[in-house]
Each structure stands twice: as C-alpha cells, then as structure tokens.
C-alpha cells in the first residue's frame, strides 16, 4: 500500500504532500489544475524517463518520495530530477539505479494512464493480458515455447551457415588450403616483425658500430687513455689522503669512476667483437620482414590479424570437410528442435485456449456491471505457419468483442466506442487485478465517455475493488468520486506571481461542496442538496 506521496519542485507543485490510507482514494479538480502532475510523480517511482522541462522553474531539482507499505514490511524510495536531466534514486536511503527502483516499485503498483486504454485495440497486446490472467500455467508454457523457439531458430541458423558453406565447396576448399599454406609457408610468430623492425638498423650499420665500441675501447684503455690518466689521478689524490675529508670524498669518487670506465671499457670491446658486419644475417632479415609484410597486406593489417585469419580459415575447413556429414547432422538438429518447438507451441496453444473462455466469461460478467449486460467477448486464435511464430506465439491471439445481443464478436478497434473501450479496460484491469494480487491500482481518468448511470456502475466496480487493493482514482465524474473512502481535491492558485498547485484532503462539508461543483459547476443550494443526496446513495 502507497501510504505517504511527497512532492517537491515538479512543474506548477511547490510541496505536496499526500496521506494515503486503504480502500478507495479519489482524486478530483478543475481540468488543468495538476492531477496529472501527481500521476506523473508516482510514475517516477515506477522507474520511468524522467523529463527535465517538468522541474519547476527556478529550482534546481524536482523531488517524489514514497513510502509503501509491502509485505516485509516499510519500503521508502525517492527520485531526483535535476534541472539539467540528471536522475538519481534511493530505496530504503542507498543509492540505486532507475533499473532498480523499477523493479522494487513496479510491482506493487499497476498505473493506468489516460491512453493506456488505446493498447486494447492493439492485438498484439491481448496475448499479454491472457497469460497474466492465466498465471503460472500459461507463463510456465510460454517460457518453455520461447526456449524452443530460440533454440529451433539457432539450429536454423546454423543449417544455413553450413549449406551456404557447402556452396560452391569444392572452390572454396581449395582456396582455404591455399590461404593457410600460404601462411604456413612464412610460419609468422606473433611480434615477429616488431622484433625484426628493431633488429634491422643494427644489422645494417654493423660495421660503422663496430668502429664506434672499436675507438671508444682504445679511448678508455690505452695508454694515456681515460682510465690511465684517472688511475694518475686517483694515485696523486691518495698520497694527500688523511688530511681534507673534501678531498678524500672526491678520491674516493673518483676510485668509483675508474670501476665504471673498466666495465664500460669490456662492455665496448664485446660489443664491437659481437656486432660486426654480416650480410647474410642482414639479407635474411630483410627478406623475413619482407615475407612478413606481403602476409600483412593480403591478410592484415596486423600480423595478429595474419594468425587469426588462419585460425578462421581452418576452422571453415574443418566444417567443410565434414561435408555432407556436417549437413546431415545439422539438418537432423533442426528436425528435432522443430520438434520440441511445435510440441511447445501446442502446450502454449493449449493454455491459453482454457484460459480464453475463462477470462472471457470474467471479463463478461464484470461488464454486465459497468451496465452492458449483453457484452460478450470470444479469444480468436490463428495458427501461423512455422516460419512465422514469433516469440509471442505461434498464432495471432485477438480478443474478438460484441456489445450488442445477436451481433457476432469483431475486433474491438472496428466496433467499440470510446466509453465501451474504457469498460472494457475497467473490466480487464478488475480481472488481472484479481490474478496479480498488485496491492496498489491507479486509474487516470478511466471513465472517458461514460456517464450517467454508467458512470455509478464504475464508481461501484471500483469500489469493490477497493476491498482486495488499494485504488487511486482520478476523475471528473462526482458519480465516481462520491463512492471513495477518502477525497483529495487538487486546485490552482496565485502565489508571489506565480501559479501553484496544491493537493488538500477534503471531508464533512468541503467534499460535499466539491461534489456539488462536479455536479453542476456551482455550490448552489440545489448542487449541495444533489450532492449530498449522492453521497448518502453510495455510502450504503
């Protein structure tokens, strides 16, 4: 149950706060005064896109918060909308996703919109609304016919990829082996080419290196060279050792530089013995490289991209070679997925045409309350051919209606009026209310089109709901609002210049004020008797 709604800074609302209780919760006004923006706030607990032009002007952010009351016990949620467009949520007070608060929220709330009636026409919509009446069975049978439907439509695929591989298979084979002897025949290793590209200025500049580490080695080492000359100095250092420790510190820096020059002094002579030129290391190289860059370029651009167009071609070699084999096995896959798929289908089929009738006789009798006693509904299932079957079905469900005795059912969009159509979601939703078990319903102005006694035939259907869940109404019709247990009057007024919504609970002489206005606009001494007299008739 929703027991508190506040809202904060959403369009033409400064702060509302609003104190639901059980039963049945009404909520009336003048056309335009914000009883949409309420609507509008709950549906951003359900998780839905929030929109930055609804946060009221000059604020930075719009705020809803809810507190339920759910079978573990107090659940509180709260969305932000920021004036840029940034959402952020909370449930229980840690932060939580939108995706989140969707599924926590969404289930204890079923919102119907003002055009939500507008799906009833759309067929593709009634397969929905059968297996939700339908519960555990029907959702069983349909979660079993998508997965072989899924699997049927994977083994399909994979036939078709090995009779298209097939085609032509004897050109494709040979030009598979080729791809890899081509390969094959250089025998890349991966990097091969960056560590080639590195060794390749070495190997041509061999001889002028040598040189180099040749006259850097007699630089360090003969005679009158680096270290002789700092072996001198060292020598003359030492023999005024003991007396200046600044002195001693730079003999002994300078001790340390004499090892460093002998290391680098072997370090040049290796080198210049190693590195030399040769030729034939050096044309090998390049013609490696070379090989390497032409594999490149047929099957690049990375050598990586070389060893993994291998890896593909073999494979597609292996399935081809399988051949017909290969085929058969796949064909003998599809056959038998086809056939846990139909044997699916028909379990689905199967429940949902027990279901039909059933949900149709509901819906029936529940019409005969909104005053059309002769209203008859029939489910029409049309088999599909296979390669049609959708993850919805194998067949295209329709809910077929008749309002009138002797005339036989057609779809509701050729047939149904407007007031009709709203009955008939009323109708739907007090059904499905029943077999969900969702402990807060919401209707927005559901009773588009009707009035009169039709309109007491609602305002009764709705309260009887009320005894099984929690039912928000938005109405304009008196015949409606009188039947609730409690009434909430939504209005506009000035505030400092500006246009503020407000959300009262109303009761004793202010709902019957209110009542009368519906009645007649005014609060005319007849209005008042007419809407007290209303009032008495649907306590009872």
Known sequence: MLEELHVRDLALIDDAWLELGPGLTVLTGETGAGKTILVGALKLLLGERADSTLVRSGTAEALVEGRFLAEDGELLVKRRVSAEGRSRCAIGGEMASVGELASTVGPLVDLHGQHEHQALLQPSRHAEYLDRFGGGETGRALAEYREALAACRHAEAELERRATALTDRERRVE??????????????????????????????????????????????????????????????????????????????????????????????????????????????????????????KKYGPGLDDVLAARETAVLELDTLEAGEEGLRLAEQQVAEARQRAQAAGERLTAAREAAGPRLAAELAAVLGELAMPAARLELSLEPLPFDRWTPDGPHRL?????????????????????????????????????????????????????????????????????????????????????????????????????????????????????????????????SLAHAEELLSATSV
Not at 177 to 201: N, Y
Not at 221 to 247: K, T
Not at 448 to 460: F, K, N, P
């Open 398 to 526: 329709e809910l077929l209606f008749s309002s009138n005795t002797g005339e036989p059912p057609r779809p509701l969009s050729k047939i149904a009026s407007g007031g009709e159509v709203s009955r008939v979601m009323l109708a739907l939703k007090t059904v499905l209310g029943a077999a969900d078990a969702v402990p807060v319903l919401v209707f927005d102005e559901i009773d588009v089109g009707i009035g009169g006694a039709t309109a007491l035939a609602v305002g009764r259907l709705l309260k009887s709901l009320s005894a099984r869940h929690q039912v928000l109404v938005v109405t304009h019709l008196a015949q409606v609002a009188a039947f609730g247990d409690g009434h909430i009057v939504v209005s506009k007024r000035e505030s400092d210049g500006r246009t503020v919504t407000d959300a009262a609970r109303v009761s004793g002489a202010m709902r019957v004020a209110e009542i009368a206005r519906m009645l007649s606009g005014s609060d005319s001494a007849a």
């Open 175 to 296: 030009y598979l082996r080729f791809q890899i002897a081509d390969i094959d025949g250089v025998a890349p290793l991966p990097a091969e080419d960056d560590e080639l590209s590195q060794r390749l200025p070495v190997l041509r500049h061999g001889e002028k290196l040598a040189h180099a580490a040749s006259e850097a080695f007699r630089a360090l080492r003969d005679e009158a060279g680096a270290s002789e000359r700092a072996a001198e100095a060292v020598g003359a250092l030492g023999a005024v050792s003991g007396i200046d420790p600044d002195l001693d510190a730079l003999h002994d820096r300078l001790s340390s530089a004499i090892v460093e020059l002998d290391d680098i002094g072997v370090a040049v002579r290796d080198y210049g013995e190693r590195v030399g030129h040769d030729p034939r290391a050096l044309d090998e190289a390049e013609s490696r490289l070379a090989a390497l860059q032409a594999l490149k």
